[in-house]
């Protein structure tokens, strides 16, 4: 049942060479399947993709209905070379991915890995990744799926891979087969530990001792993050990885000062902002901390602020 | 009073301290002025042009996102039509050598030529200080000024953030958008918008 495990791939790109090379693509892909290898990964400009999962049957033998399980989207760049977060900065998009599955399957959203700060200019910054990087889609199997035999789910992708020189348009259809009923004796996926390790590294909900607010100025807006007594803890730098688009300047230095408990960071409004915000969520990674976190803080406007009189109490 | 006049020596010293991006083109200042030196060999100053409408049109022929543009025909359409109605539409290069997109002014004469591209004329910027003047972030990234020399649009082409050529005919194109309402005498709706696209191929030692 090796073989169940192997990752047929077909690739598509526009260049003039993309026939022959998707002839030899696929013909390396067969002959790693037949040689029960699965480490074919589909050629993305400057790097390569695999649609992988971290053999979530191991557990209960199968995919049954109502089980959730993962798949990754395994991307390996090379030196130099770069894809995009879900809120991408001043530049670029994130790669956007079309499912193909059996009646009964359903995926969910990408679950995005904590972003770099990608300085392509003085006055372009982008959020993504760089090196390897395997994003998370959830999946819901529901009692619509046929159990009796393997399905075969697929992925049709199409991003933007990008250096601090030129960007390259790609695309990739991948595809994997999964066993479903019984399937027993499917091996140890290589790359449990690369989901594990993933996971460990996805922003989460802060403790719930931390108190957040935000203040809007005329500018920026201004975090304050009280840690209460979490002990033990030393900020010394942070930074805020904004979710949505056009909120702030990526390109401004986000200043950091200590205050009594915790820290408050001053993040500039970006240009493109037309209207008030409501809420400011992002991902903020703290320095001596081996953690992100996700954070989703009401905007207070200073007029409203005063009437209503909201005070920051220190724990 | 007393505030406002404390107000404007803060924002004043603020002004001098702060790095050459903050000092960009803004929707509804005074568009930043430049000389430019064009593939066809000419020289064009934009305070020359007062009294037109200017259209800056941030450009990188290898980009997938321009490539949209011009694959489609697009672009070469709206220089088309709105040259033709008297607005004068700078193309604006500013990838440094060695980087996608910067051409020498022959290549960008024969990619033109090729393109049957009809730009007033196309700025060649390998330093990036037009680039860094405007604080062009993507290719394309656009601008609209008005005969009075005021910033009027500064963002996307349209609203489809996509290299995907389907998307040209369904996209409200900002920039025609702009002009046609600021032609009419409206105020321009929609003013500022992210730009989508590849980032500027920015010289690494400007700046």
């Given amino acids: 049942m090796r073989d169940i495990l192997c990752i047929k791939i077909t690739m598509q790109e526009r260049s003039p060479t993309s026939g022959f090379f998707r002839v030899l693509t696929f013909g390396a892909a067969l002959l790693l399947c037949a040689t029960g290898a699965h480490a074919a990964g589909a050629p993305i400009p400057h790097g390569t993709l695999e649609l992988i999962t971290e053999n979530p ?67 372009i910054v982008d959020y993504g990744y760089e090196g390897a990087v395997l994003l ?10 046929a ?41 140890r996926s290589r790359y449990a530990g690369l989901f594990a390790d993933t996971r460990k590294s996805f922003p989460r909900p802060p403790p719930t001792a931390w108190k957040f607010s935000v203040a809007e100025a005329k500018d920026s807006f201004v975090l304050t993050v009280n840690l209460g007594q979490t002990k033990g803890l030393q900020i010394t730098q942070a930074v805020f990885f904004p979710l949505a688009e056009s909120q702030t300047e990526n390109a401004a230095a986000q200043k950091f000062a200590p205050v009594a408990s915790g820290f408050q960071m001053t993040l500039r409004k970006s240009d493109q902002l037309q209207k008030p915000i409501a809420r400011l969520k992002g991902v903020l990674v703290l320095s001596g901390w081996d953690q992100a976190y996700l954070i989703d803080v009401p905007v207070s406007r200073p007029r409203a602020a005063s009437r209503s009189g909201i005070k920051i109490h220190s724990a | 009073m007393k505030r406002s006049t404390l107000y404007s020596m803060v924002v004043a010293l603020a ?41 800056l049109e941030w450009h990188n022929n290898g980009c997938p996102y321009v490539r949209k543009q011009y694959n489609s025909g697009n672009m070469q359409r709206l220089q088309k039509q709105w040259t033709g109605q008297g607005v004068v539409w700078f193309t604006v290069l500013s990838s440094a050598p060695g980087k996608q997109g910067y051409l020498n002014a022959g290549e960008e004469n024969d990619y033109m030529a090729k393109e049957q591209a009809a730009p007033t004329a196309a700025l060649l910027d390998p330093s990036g200080n037009i680039g860094h003047l405007y604080d062009a972030k993507t290719s394309p990234h656009m601008f609209v000024i008005n005969p009075q020399g005021v910033v009027i649009y500064d963002g996307a082409i349209d609203d489809k953030p996509t290299t995907e050529l389907s998307d040209v005919p369904g996209a409200t194109n ?12 409206k105020s321009v709706a929609v003013a500022t918008t992210r730009p989508y696209g590849c980032s500027v191929k920015y010289s690494d030692s400007a700046h």
């Fill in chain 1, 57 to 123: 049957w191991i557990e209960k033998r199968w995919i049954a209905a109502g089980q959730e399980f993962d798949v990754g989207l395994y991307f390996q760049l090379e030196k130099g070379w770069h894809i995009y977060w879900v809120n991408p900065g001043d530049s670029g998009e994130p790669p956007r991915v079309d499912w193909h599955l059996p009646a009964g399957l359903t995926a969910g959203a990408i679950e995005w890995p904590t972003p770099r700060r990608l300085e392509d200019s003085s006055s």
């Fill in chain 1, 136 to 145: 998370i889609v959830p999946m819901h199997a529901d009692p619509r799926l």
């Fill in chain 1, 147 to 187: 159990t009796e035999r393997a399905t075969e789910i697929e992925a049709d992708l199409k991003l933007l891979v990008c250096s601090h020189d030129m960007c390259i348009p790609g695309r990739a259809q991948l595809s994997l087969t999964l066993p479903i009923g019984a399937h027993a004796s499917a091996p």
């Fill in chain 2, 15 to 55: 002004l001098c301290a702060m790095p050459p991006l903050v000092s960009a083109a803004k929707v509804g200042e005074a568009a930043p002025d430049f000389t430019g030196t064009a593939s066809n060999g000419k020289t064009f100053h934009l305070a020359d042009y007062r009294g037109k409408y200017v259209v």
């Fill in chain 2, 174 to 185: 900002y920039v025609s958008l702009a002009l046609e309402q600021a032609m009419a005498g």
